[in-house]
């Protein structure tokens, strides 16, 4: 007997954070992050910038104080599934801080198989769909999924992996790092749309042809005629430059061609651009010159500029360690160790290379030095 519905097999994991909804059913932080994910797509710098604080996080290496587990947990690290497309724990992290930036907060899944035996993949989450509120305690956490039948608890909220970005004192979520920028992102764009209309209208560029007939009476008989013959005369010019080909335009009397609306210079937009980028960008903590902006500046200000963004990204990574510190122990607790994992991550840039061998060679020296002394 043939059943119209197919049960799903048994080994196939389980997602607790993949569910659907309907939009009567979104909480009220989704219109907020619905605005984010709006200015994120209508202003390109800001998309360029989020990218650019992801990839400058860099990469990272595991270590684990079991020898033993090293290799297999560098293995799983590189091939663990993500999602539908994703694979490796690196690709569940840049999408994982792109929400954490974006949205504020950030969540994912450890995804296990049926018997709960190892890691089937990771998962991330959309924040919107999930709501964190306080267990039995303060410092005990239960995750509610968004459904059309209303809230579900998740039974295994030890797998659920979640992060805020500066959440208030005594809050749950975090804070955006677009939050303030849709105002200024609003003024910016009404800005590009008024020299979008402006060009529309004075780019391109219309003329008036003035026939002015003299006082002859002559003049004055054949006035209409003559100005058809100069508006068809000066049609054919046009057309014929569309296709290329260049035509004199040849008239008798007094006739006067000018442009329409030469005369009013179209306003200047730089500065007022600019303010709002600087607005923008400092939220960011983005040096202007990392997205191409030629703006004056030294040597010594630009290494300030990239010291500040470095401090950033070091906090970012400190928010990142303990997610990725809690997929290796999991991964290694399947596997029946209990050993401790370590995360090393990758210098941020070759500028910090270079300072750091000069600071070993600054040490270097100066040790050199104290032992010709004693």
């Known amino acids: 007997m043939n059943s119209s519905k197919k049960s799903k097999p048994s080994h196939l994991p389980a997602v607790q954070t993949a569910g659907a909804r309907t939009p009567a059913d979104f909480p009220v932080q989704f219109y907020t992050y619905d605005l984010f994910d709006k200015v994120r797509r209508t202003v390109p710098m800001i998309d360029a910038a989020i990218s650019k604080i992801i990839r400058l996080i860099g990469s990272f290496q595991i270590q684990c104080t079991d020898s033993r587990q090293q290799n297999a947990l560098e293995s799983f690290f590189r091939d663990v599934p993500v ?32 018997k709960n035996s190892y890691i089937a993949g990771l998962w991330n989450g959309n924040v919107s769909d999930i709501a ?93 005629e003559r100005a058809e013959t100069i508006a068809k005369e000066w049609s054919a010019a046009m057309q014929a430059a569309k296709c290329g080909e260049i035509r004199d335009f040849v008239s008798v009397g007094d006739v006067d061609i000018k442009v329409i609306g030469a005369e009013g210079e179209m306003p200047s937009t730089e500065i007022p651009v600019r303010q709002l980028l600087e607005q923008i960008l400092s939220k960011l903590s983005v040096p202007p010159f990392l997205l191409g902006l030629s703006w004056s500046s030294t040597e010594r200000m630009s290494a300030q500029q990239a010291d500040i963004l470095t401090s950033e990204l070091e906090y970012y990574r400190r928010l990142l360690e303990p997610v990725i510190s809690r997929i290796a122990k999991a991964f290694l607790r399947l596997n029946g160790s209990f050993a401790d994992v370590s995360i090393l991550w990758d210098n941020i840039n070759l500028q910090d290379e270079v300072e750091l061998a000069q600071a070993r060679l600054y040490s270097a020296q100066a040790s050199e030095l104290e032992n010709r002394l004693h």
Do not use: M, W
């Open 132 to 224: 964190v509120v306080p267990g039995a305690s303060p410092l005990q956490r239960q995750y509610f999924l968004h459904t059309p039948d209303g809230d579900k608890l998740l039974p295994h909220p030890d797998r659920i992996l979640f992060s805020a970005l500066k959440p208030p004192s005594g809050g749950i979520y975090g804070v955006s790092i677009l939050q303030g920028i849709p105002a200024l992102a609003e003024i910016l764009l009404g800005i590009y749309e008024c020299i979008g209309q402006n060009f529309d209208r004075a780019g391109n560029i219309r003329y008036a042809v003035t026939y002015r007939p003299s006082g002859d009476s002559a003049d004055f008989a054949y006035a209409q």
């Open 83 to 114: 999602g539908l497309t994703g694979q490796s724990v690196y690709a569940f992290i840049d999408s994982y801080l792109d929400s954490l930036l974006v949205y504020g907060n950030a969540v994912g899944e450890i995804v296990l198989d049926r």
